[in-house]
């Protein structure tokens, strides 16, 4: 088993949702076995940080966990081919290490979060817009890795309890993963929900197998943690899932390059 664990998708009090500062979150890191963290901050339509303060803040915690972490500068970004030159000024703004690429809403639509809940036709209308604004997302570029694939499941089926999920897109999810490896992209595995009873890697593991046939092989592994106590929670998992999935190692971002880790 490997003794290499890294979790690459945590909040800090620089996301809006987040509960704890970098410090706290990086000391969280050391306590649960931790080898590496990244913070990956919400910067997006909705909510964006202060670049000159954030910076300042990841040094601190990076200076007070030297020796102890390797703590990684990331951000998450939202619906970022719409933000324009916001998004090329935040990349600009400092040197991350990884930046994460993900769709929280269809365009002109709330965030799933904030969506009521619909009957299974409306849930896959509204999937096959989602797929299509991922897909613009993925054409534009400018991140490392997709986030949490199956995002509008977590509450469609995790929250409202619909029979729904991504198989009726099949041709869909091929067209975006041969898009996400021809543009030197990766794939997460979002472990938030295994948090609740019942809850589900996202993706799952049949999308995992379909990336991986479609000439998918840069993956991590993240927790979405927004608080301490939820740091490196369920990353042995998510390991465990590429594992099955048939991937060999996990990448784990510096200087917005993957740098390998074997899955043993
Ligand atoms: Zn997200
Ligand atoms: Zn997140």
Same mark, same amino acid.
């Given at each position: 088993?490997?003794?290499?664990?890294?979790?690459?998708?945590?909040?800090s009090v620089f996301s809006? &949702?987040?509960h704890d500062t970098m410090g706290a979150l990086a000391e969280a890191a050391v306590c649960a076995?931790?080898?590496?963290?990244?913070i990956t901050d919400h910067y997006d339509t909705w909510s964006s940080f202060d670049p000159g303060p954030h910076h300042t803040a990841f040094e601190e915690a990076h200076a007070a966990v030297s020796g102890r972490l390797a703590l990684l500068r990331g951000v998450e970004l939202g619906e970022g081919h719409t933000l324009g030159a916001r998004a090329e000024a935040l990349l600009a703004s400092g040197p991350f290490d990884f930046v994460l690429g993900s769709c929280h809403c269809v365009h002109g639509k709330p965030d799933f979060y904030d969506m009521p809940r619909m009957d299974r036709a409306a849930c896959l209308a509204l999937i096959a817009e989602y797929l299509a604004e991922v897909l613009a997302m993925v054409r534009w570029g400018r991140f490392d890795v997709l986030g949490h694939l199956t995002y509008p499941l977590?509450?469609?089926?995790?929250? &409202?309890?619909?029979?729904?999920? +991504?198989? !009726? +897109?099949?041709?869909?999810? %091929?067209?975006? +993963? %041969?898009?996400?490896?021809?543009?030197?992209?990766?794939l997460e595995v979002n472990v938030s929900n295994l948090r609740k009873p019942g809850g589900f890697p996202m993706p799952d593991l !049949?999308?995992?197998?379909?990336? %991986?046939?479609?000439?998918?092989?840069?993956v991590t592994v993240g927790s979405d943690a927004h608080r301490t106590g939820e740091v490196g929670a369920h990353i042995r998992e998510g390991y465990a899932l590429l594992r099955e999935a048939g991937f060999q190692r996990v990448a784990v971002y510096e200087?917005?390059?993957p740098v390998?880790? !074997?899955?043993?």
């Amino acid at each position: 088993m490997s003794c290499y664990w890294a979790d690459v998708h945590t909040h800090s009090v620089f996301s809006a &949702d987040g509960h704890d500062t970098m410090g706290a979150l990086a000391e969280a890191a050391v306590c649960a076995g931790l080898s590496a963290l990244c913070i990956t901050d919400h910067y997006d339509t909705w909510s964006s940080f202060d670049p000159g303060p954030h910076h300042t803040a990841f040094e601190e915690a990076h200076a007070a966990v030297s020796g102890r972490l390797a703590l990684l500068r990331g951000v998450e970004l939202g619906e970022g081919h719409t933000l324009g030159a916001r998004a090329e000024a935040l990349l600009a703004s400092g040197p991350f290490d990884f930046v994460l690429g993900s769709c929280h809403c269809v365009h002109g639509k709330p965030d799933f979060y904030d969506m009521p809940r619909m009957d299974r036709a409306a849930c896959l209308a509204l999937i096959a817009e989602y797929l299509a604004e991922v897909l613009a997302m993925v054409r534009w570029g400018r991140f490392d890795v997709l986030g949490h694939l199956t995002y509008p499941l977590r509450y469609m089926v995790g929250r &409202d309890g619909a029979a729904v999920d +991504f198989s !009726p +897109f099949h041709d869909e999810l %091929r067209a975006l +993963f %041969r898009a996400v490896v021809e543009g030197g992209h990766g794939l997460e595995v979002n472990v938030s929900n295994l948090r609740k009873p019942g809850g589900f890697p996202m993706p799952d593991l !049949p999308l995992l197998t379909l990336y %991986r046939a479609c000439g998918g092989e840069i993956v991590t592994v993240g927790s979405d943690a927004h608080r301490t106590g939820e740091v490196g929670a369920h990353i042995r998992e998510g390991y465990a899932l590429l594992r099955e999935a048939g991937f060999q190692r996990v990448a784990v971002y510096e200087n917005r390059r993957p740098v390998w880790h !074997p899955l043993r």
